[in-house]
């Protein structure tokens, strides 16, 4: 059998056909942006109807955490690779577009890429540089998840390329360092992606000595 559900979004309607055969679900939830999920958290379907686990975990572990202050256990129907492998991840959480917190790991932390994902999400909703999230925000904030390969040290500038690779930079002479994500907006250059990279580390790039770092990530956005 196949429904034609009717999503309500802010000033206009969109409909997104269910599975067929339609899933065992008690109960579902009409989310801002088209996204929909049953309480029990076992299933999710972005506004196309398409799964996105990294989504649904970064934000699951944000709302429970949020909302009772406990860490979320990850989900037994997570891709099996998520329990099985391991990588670095960064959260990213946004509301009106504006970032709202951002925090990760460029190497694996955790016993597995769950547990990095759920970690990094919490520590994204207080990040130090912002107000903690609160209750009365979780409708409206959106997520990017990046899975990162491991940072590989480069012998030229010409390997960069900051639509492709992000960059980590150490200071050879402190403990300084630094870490920008590619394809940023703004970022449009690998002179400005190093310049910002050493800004954020607190490193003068024409008085210190630093290595240069890159690696690729995975984006998954809302």
């Known amino acids: 059998m196949q429904l034609q559900p009717t999503i309500r979004r802010k000033y206009k309607l969109s409909t997104t056909p269910w599975p067929d055969p339609l899933p065992s679900i008690v109960l579902f939830v009409f989310w801002p942006g088209g996204v929909l999920f049953d309480l029990k958290f076992s299933k999710f379907y972005t506004k196309?109807?398409?799964?996105?686990?990294?989504?649904?975990?970064?934000?699951?572990?944000?709302?429970?955490?949020?909302?009772?202050?406990?860490?979320?256990?990850?989900?037994q129907d997570l891709p099996e690779k998520f329990f099985k492998e391991k990588s670095g991840v960064f959260v990213s959480i946004h509301k009106n577009k504006e970032l709202r917190g951002c925090i990760g790991t460029y190497l694996p932390t955790k016993n597995n890429i769950a547990e990095e994902i759920i970690s990094n999400a919490i520590s994204?909703?207080?990040?130090p540089r912002f107000l903690p999230i609160q209750k009365e925000e979780l409708p409206y904030l959106t997520y990017e998840v990046y899975i990162l390969e491991e940072p590989k040290p480069i012998k030229s500038l010409k390997e960069l390329n900051p639509k492709k690779y992000g960059i980590l930079i150490k200071a050879i002479d402190s403990n300084k360092s630094a870490l920008l994500l590619p394809d940023l907006e703004g970022v449009d250059s690998i002179e400005k992606q190093i310049l910002i990279t050493c800004q954020k580390a607190g490193i003068d790039p024409t008085k210190?000595?630093?290595?240069?770092?890159?690696?690729?990530?995975?984006?998954?956005?809302?």
């Open 48 to 75: 196309n109807g398409m799964k996105n686990p990294y989504i649904k975990l970064a934000r699951l572990a944000v709302e429970k955490y949020v909302k009772e202050g406990e860490i979320l256990k990850p989900p």
């Open 124 to 127: 994204a909703s207080k990040d």
């Open 208 to 222: 210190e000595k630093f290595v240069i770092f890159k690696f690729g990530a995975k984006k998954y956005a809302e």
